[in-house]
T-cell receptor, first 115, second 115 residues
Framework: AQKITQTQPGMFVQEKEAVTLDCTYD???????LFWYKQPSSGEMIFLIY??????QNATEGRYSLNFQKARKSANLVISASQLGDSAMYFC????????????FGTGTSLTVIP | DVKVTQSSRYLVKRTGEKVFLECVQD?????MFWYRQDPGLGLRLIYF???????EKGDIPEGYSVSREKKERFSLILESASTNQTSMYLC??????????????FGPGTRLLVL
């Protein structure tokens, strides 16, 4: 069963505007971690941001913020003031300590920033 | 800085060959993972290991085996390569809980082509 769902295969955003990348997750475990990664065309996976299931506040890291809505089981990534270098694949992932610390990844969203 | 290295960035092999993909991390991480990445499918876990000589099957272990003789090294073995194993292979490592928010750190990936 799909544990992480990213419904947007591709997204476009104008430079300097904000964009939201959607992610929903499925687990009945009370303890879990949610992650976002960026993968440029070069292929390396770059960690962006983390949200723990018990965290009260939404995580932020510079221009990245995670809109965590626990009741809806969503963990959307918001990128503010988009830059051309933000063009990449973005993956949402969930870590479940009760499954041997496996990470479950979504299928990714390809973001293109338009000048 | 955590460094995860993979033995090759690009590899071309023939059907039926035995293929070894090596991964080395320098941060004394207990957990190590092998994924394959295919367009539209995201990252799928092949095998992971949470200690030396320990291994666990992921979602798609068929056709693969692994070896972890030393803590820093995790090898993925394709016993008899087939064309449907043409893919991008990503290695990752991480600390276990209770560090909690620890992300996975990824290697640069190996693009394998099986002819």
């Amino acid at each position: 069963a799909q544990k992480i769902t990213q419904t947007q295969p591709g997204m476009f955003v104008q430079e300097k505007e904000a964009v939201t990348l959607d992610c929903t997750y499925d687990t009945s475990d009370p303890s879990y971690g949610l992650f976002w990664y960026k993968q440029p065309s070069s292929g390396e996976m770059i960690f962006l941001i983390y949200q723990g299931s018990y965290d009260q506040q939404n995580a932020t890291e510079g221009r990245y913020s995670l809109n965590f809505q626990k009741a809806r089981k969503s963990a959307n990534l918001v990128i503010s003031a988009s830059q051309l270098g933000d063009s990449a694949m973005y993956f949402c992932a969930m870590r479940l300590p009760n499954t041997g610390n496996q990470f479950y990844f979504g299928t990714g969203t390809s973001l293109t920033v338009i000048p | 800085d955590v460094k995860v290295t993979q033995s090759s960035r690009y590899l071309v092999k023939r059907t039926g060959e035995k293929v070894f993909l090596e991964c080395v991390q320098d941060m004394d991480h207990e957990n190590m993972f092998w994924y394959r990445q295919d367009p539209g499918l995201g990252l799928r876990l092949i095998y992971f290991s949470y200690d030396v000589k320990m291994k666990e099957k992921g979602d798609i272990p068929e056709g693969y085996s692994v070896s972890r003789e030393k803590k820093e090294r995790f090898s993925l073995i394709l016993e008899s390569a087939s064309t449907n194993q043409t893919s991008m292979y990503l290695c990752a490592s991480s600390l276990p809980p209770p560090q909690g928010g620890e992300t996975q750190y990824f290697g640069p990936g190996t693009r394998l082509l099986v002819l």
